[in-house]
């Protein structure tokens, strides 16, 4: 009776400590529709996530409506998709601020409503974003408008590129519609498929993008929020070219890093700077990570003083794989001269990487990036890639990125 009371009172504290661990968390309650029947699961991860590779948060819809209680250490933007659109291949994705309150989300269908979703909430950092995204959408909106119409009363295109549109629906055999695809393929690098009213809508365009690019740049040098951080953290890492980058890079350093230095977004942002040193002539970046029986390997361990090739590969890229089969012969004429090679597969699941080694073969040390553990992806600057080949000379220095077969073995023929 005393170990049954024992373990009661043991139960207990156990329960109060999650509660209490809770209560100390940011709460961010989630809810929302979806359009009809064919929406059965929504899945939910940082913003940035590779839902490829992450363990998302997976969120079931009943009766069309979805609920979630989300609990983070501190405001942080969130991606919410569908999955039966990612599992198709094409997706709406929706970005809101994980913080104390409720946020409500509504999906629209992605074909035929082609329509982002929405969302509504009052707590103040969502708040300010929606009225970040609203400004955005009073300068791009009326663009749409005009783009609609311009298609609507046949202004968009001329007579002559929408007589070969119709008549490429219209053909029956592959050769007729190649030929018509070629001409129209012409047409359009000549600029004689559009309207005139099309080009001063593109010139039009082309303002408003200019006035766009400059409203998100001032917000960000203004903000100095989680919201800038975000912000800033998106334009970044959608360039590996630094120098163009370089007024934000320092912003971030003098500025965004000092307010948010242990945020997960200020972390990334390291990493993406730390990444633009991935190139010919620089070093190489040092990881740990373990193999499939859970040894733990160090990159400079297993290369040391041998020219090596960095195989970044997932299971599900296609590239990479055919990259990285094209490596074995090379592998084996040159292994027993100073030649080797280390794979990194990234995976949602050890399984996956098994059965891919199993087919191909690879005859050499594969480590297992798992759920983007140990962010080595973020550290070669290849975050939303299947994966990057580096070679790498005896001391370190890189030799060649994404280099073909014949040209390893060109620099391995001039090296050993």
């Known amino acids: 009776m005393k170990s049954v009371k024992l373990f009661l009172s043991l139960a207990v504290v156990v329960l109060l400590g999650a509660c ?31 839902f490829r590779v992450v363990d998302a948060d997976s969120i079931p819809v009943i009766d069309g409506k979805f609920a979630f209680d989300l609990y983070v250490d501190e405001v942080m933007p969130y991606d919410l998709i569908s999955m039966e659109e990612f599992n198709h ?12 309150g409720v ?25 300010r974003y929606l009225q970040y995204i609203a400004a955005l959408q009073e300068m791009t909106d009326p663009l749409k408008h005009e783009a609609d119409s311009l298609k609507k009363v046949g202004k968009w295109n001329t007579p002559r590129m929408m007589k070969l549109e119709t008549e490429f629906r219209e053909a029956k055999d592959d050769q007729t519609k190649l030929k018509l695809a070629q001409e129209a393929s012409a047409l359009s690098e000549s600029g004689e498929a ?28 203004s903000d100095r929020t989680v919201i800038g951080l975000y912000l800033l953290r998106h334009k970044v890492l959608r360039n590996r070219d630094f120098s163009k980058e370089l007024p934000l ?18 972390k990334q942002i390291e990493e993406w700077i730390q990444s633009l040193g991935i190139k010919v002539g620089n070093r190489y970046i040092d990881f740990t990570a373990p193999a499939l029986d859970g040894t733990l390997h160090t990159l400079s361990k297993e290369i040391g003083g041998k020219i090596a090739l960095i195989d970044l590969w997932a299971s599900w890229c296609g590239s990479c794989r055919r990259t990285s089969k094209s490596m074995i ?7 027993e001269r100073g030649f080797t090679v280390v794979g990194v597969a990234r995976e949602s699941k050890r399984e996956d990487m098994e ?22 992806w973020e550290k070669y600057g290849v975050s939303r890639a299947g994966g990057i080949t580096v070679l790498v000379d005896r001391d370190g220095t890189i ?18």
């Not at 291949?89 to 104390?100: D, N, P, R």
């Not at 890079?249 to 200020?266: D, G, I, K, M, R």
């Open 20 to 50: 209490a661990e809770k209560t100390r968390k940011i709460h961010c309650h989630i809810e929302g529709t979806v359009p009809d029947s064919t929406y059965t699961m929504m899945l939910l991860a940082p913003s940035g996530s590779d």
């Open 89 to 100: 291949g094409s997706w709406y994705t929706c970005v809101f601020f994980a913080e104390e």
């Open 103 to 127: 946020v409500d989300i509504t999906f629209h269908h992605s074909e035929r409503d082609a329509k982002a979703p929405s969302f509504v909430s009052v707590s103040p950092t969502n708040k």
């Open 194 to 221: 559009f309207t005139p009213e099309y080009h001063a809508f593109q010139a039009k365009s082309k303002m408003v993008r200019e006035e766009r690019d400059k409203y998100i740049e001032d917000f960000i040098r």
């Open 249 to 266: 890079v320092a912003l971030f350093t003098e500025v965004y890093q000092p307010l948010f230095p242990n945020h997960p977004l200020s």
């Open 329 to 335: 012969p090379l592998y084996e004429k040159y292994k």
């Open 355 to 376: 059965r891919a080694l199993a087919r191909d073969g690879y005859p050499w040390l594969n480590l297992l990036e798992l759920q983007d553990e140990h962010k080595i």
């Open 399 to 416: 030799l060649a990125i994404h280099p073909t077969a014949e040209e390893v073995e060109r620099i391995l023929q001039e090296k050993l």
